[in-house]
């Protein structure tokens, strides 16, 4: 089920048990094995969301990002056959990525073409670490579905309200009012009219690699070819 937003006007102080330091330690572990691949074909990635901040819960995936253009043969050598592979693009107007899904939990995302500043912004809001920044435990500040900053302490977290505080969030993030404006509004809009889904997810063929497959597609959608000229 969808976390649908919150408006916190108190912070609440979160206790980690046992079982969650348990299954935060797995899903690093997990995510670095992935990430390290990639680290030794010359490739940055992060994690990012909930496993970068520790709130995980039982459902949480491990979400790994490469934030510049790398080429999809050199992600897909480091990290091998067998994976589900997918084109994603979650407006006309934003970057379309590539989605590697290595298992059921395990997604790692890369962009097609340049992202912009706000698009990048994104997953600082959610939080983010490196590899060295998983070795080292350290945990991030970031902003979950429920627009709950989550602000990592050493016995679990504590919750601070975004709506409202929109200013206090972005300083503790060091990203743009913008994004927080952005995610407050997409966010109680999904959460008035229903999730409303992506705009694009195309599933690749066997013989395609995601360059051919996005060239195929904005060859077809001049919206698309419009935001990847926006881009140049």
Known sequence: MARK???????????????????????RENATNTMQKLEKVG???????SLARGDISKTSDIDIIILDITSSYRIEVALGP?????LVQATPSSVLKGHLHLDNETVVSFPIFKMMSREREF?????MVTTDGISSNIRVP?????????????????EYGVVGYELFVTKKLGVSVSIAN??????????EVGRTGVYRTYHLQDDETFETAAKKLADSDPALRRTIKRRD
């Open 5 to 27: 937003p919150e408006v916190l006007h108190e912070k609440r102080t979160i206790t980690y048990d046992a079982e969650h330091w348990s299954l935060l330690a797995r899903l």
């Open 43 to 49: 490739i940055r990635p992060f994690v990012y969301g």
């Open 82 to 86: 067998g994976v589900m592979r997918e």
């Open 123 to 127: 997953y600082q809001w959610g939080g």
């Open 142 to 158: 970031g902003v979950d579905k429920r627009l709950v900053l989550i602000d990592p302490t050493d016995s679990g977290h504590i």
């Open 182 to 191: 952005e995610r407050v509004r997409v966010l109680r809009r999904r959460d």
